[in-house]
C-alpha cells in the first residue's frame, strides 16, 4: 500500500514538473546551445521627435550631456551578442559611426540642416573590448536593458554568415560597414547601417518578428527646405530656419522632392518599451537578470529561416539619402549581382569577446 501511494506522488510530482517546465520558454539542450541578445542603451536626454524644432532642441541637449559624459553614445545604442556552439568566442558587436567630427563638419560648415537624420557617413563595426566596457557603464547608470532570444541553429548559421559578408573588404577596398547611415538597412545591397537598424535585421535573418514593432519605430516626413548641403545643391540650412519650423511635412507632395519619409527604429523607445514589458508579466517571455540588468527571455527556437532566401537584396524604393549614397560608392559594386564578389575570409577577431587567460 506504501508503494502505491510512492508510486502515485512520483506520478504527480512528474507531471506537475513537466507542465511547470513546458510553461516557461524552452532551453536549448548542451552542446547546441544558441543565444543571441538585444542590447540597448537609450538617449542621456529624452529626444521629442514631435516637430523639427523640438527633435533639434531636444538632440542638443543631448549633445551637452554628451560633451560632459564619458562613455555615451550621443543618440541611444543598440548593440548584438551572439553565443553559439558554432563559434569558439561569443561575437559582441554593432555598426557605429567612425566618430563625431564629421557629423559636426556636416551641420556646422555645410549646414546639412536636417539632412544629418539619413546622410551617409563614415562607419566602423565596434569591437567587443569598446562595445562590452560601455554596456557595464551603462548598466550602472541604469540606461540598460536587452532581450535575449535562445534561437535554432539555422538562426545562428545565418547570423553568422551575415557578419562575415557585411564585414568582408571587397573591391576598391571597399567594406559595406565602412558606412553609416540611418536611412540604410544592412539587408540592401551595398547600403550600411545605423546600429539599430543593424539589430533589427539581425532578429529578421534569425526568423524574429518583435512583439510590438510599430512601438519601436519613429516615422516623419523632413521637408526638403531643411535639408541642405550635397543633399539638396549644396543648400545652406540656417539653424533657427529649423527652430521655427513647428511640423513635420504635411500633405500629399512628391517624396524625395518636397520631402524626404525617415523612418528609424529608436534606441529610446525600445528601451522604454522593454522596461515596461518587464513589469508585466506574459506567456510570451520571461523577465530574467543579468548582473543586475533585467531583460527579456524569448524562446525563438521554432522560428523558421530561409537559407535558400539571398541575404542581400536590391533597394527599390531608395530615398534621397540612399540614392545620393550610391552615387559616390565604386560603380563596379553597383553591377555586381551579389554581395560577396570575393571570398570571405571570416569575421574579423576584434569583434569577439576576448576571455582572460586561465591560470
Not at 549644396?234 to 520631402?259: C, M
Amino acid at each position: 500500500m506504501i508503494k502505491d501511494k510512492k508510486k502515485i506522488l512520483f506520478v504527480l510530482l512528474y507531471l506537475f514538473l513537466s507542465f511547470s517546465v513546458g510553461s516557461q520558454p524552452a532551453v536549448p539542450t548542451h552542446g547546441q546551445e544558441h543565444e543571441l541578445t538585444l542590447y540597448i542603451m537609450p538617449t542621456l536626454e529624452p529626444l521629442d521627435w514631435t516637430s523639427p524644432k523640438s527633435i533639434y532642441t531636444s538632440t542638443f541637449h543631448c549633445y551637452l550631456k554628451n560633451i560632459t559624459t564619458k562613455d555615451n553614445y550621443l543618440l541611444g545604442h543598440v548593440a548584438i551578442k551572439l553565443k553559439s556552439s558554432l563559434l569558439d568566442k561569443p561575437l559582441l558587436t554593432t555598426q557605429t559611426s567612425s566618430g563625431m567630427q564629421e557629423k559636426l563638419d556636416l551641420i556646422f560648415k555645410q549646414k546639412i540642416g536636417l539632412g544629418i537624420l539619413g546622410a551617409p557617413i563614415t562607419g566602423r563595426m565596434e569591437p567587443s573590448t569598446e562595445l562590452s566596457r560601455k554596456l557595464k557603464v551603462y548598466s550602472e547608470r541604469n540606461k540598460l536593458t536587452f532581450i535575449r532570444y535562445n534561437i535554432n541553429e539555422k538562426a545562428a548559421r545565418r547570423i553568422i554568415e551575415f557578419v562575415e559578408q557585411y564585414t568582408q573588404v571587397r573591391d576598391s577596398s571597399f567594406a559595406t560597414c565602412n558606412y553609416y547611415g540611418g536611412s540604410f538597412w544592412p539587408l540592401n545591397k551595398n547600403e550600411g547601417a545605423g546600429c539599430s537598424s543593424f539589430g533589427i535585421a539581425v532578429l529578421q535573418l534569425a526568423g524574429i518578428e518583435p512583439i510590438e514593432p510599430e512601438k519601436w519605430i519613429v516615422e516623419v516626413k523632413i521637408p526638403m527646405k531643411l535639408i541642405g548641403g550635397s543633399l539638396n545643391n549644396n543648400k545652406k540650412i540656417k539653424i533657427n530656419e529649423i527652430k521655427k519650423t513647428n511640423q513635420w511635412y504635411e500633405g500629399r507632395g512628391v517624396a524625395n522632392v518636397d520631402y524626404v519619409n525617415y523612418k528609424v527604429y529608436d534606441p529610446s523607445l525600445m528601451f522604454d518599451w522593454v522596461l515596461n514589458m518587464t513589469r508585466q508579466p506574459s506567456s510570451h517571455y520571461r523577465v530574467i537578470s543579468d548582473e543586475g540588468t533585467k531583460g527579456l527571455l524569448i524562446d525563438a527556437t521554432a522560428a523558421v529561416v530561409d537559407e535558400n532566401e539571398p541575404m542581400f537584396s536590391p533597394n527599390k524604393e531608395a530615398d534621397l539619402f540612399v540614392t545620393h549614397y550610391l552615387q559616390k560608392i565604386p560603380r563596379q559594386l553597383q553591377t555586381n549581382e551579389g554581395q560577396d564578389t570575393t571570398q570571405s575570409s571570416g569575421i574579423p577577431e576584434h569583434l569577439f569577446l576576448q576571455y582572460p587567460p586561465r591560470n
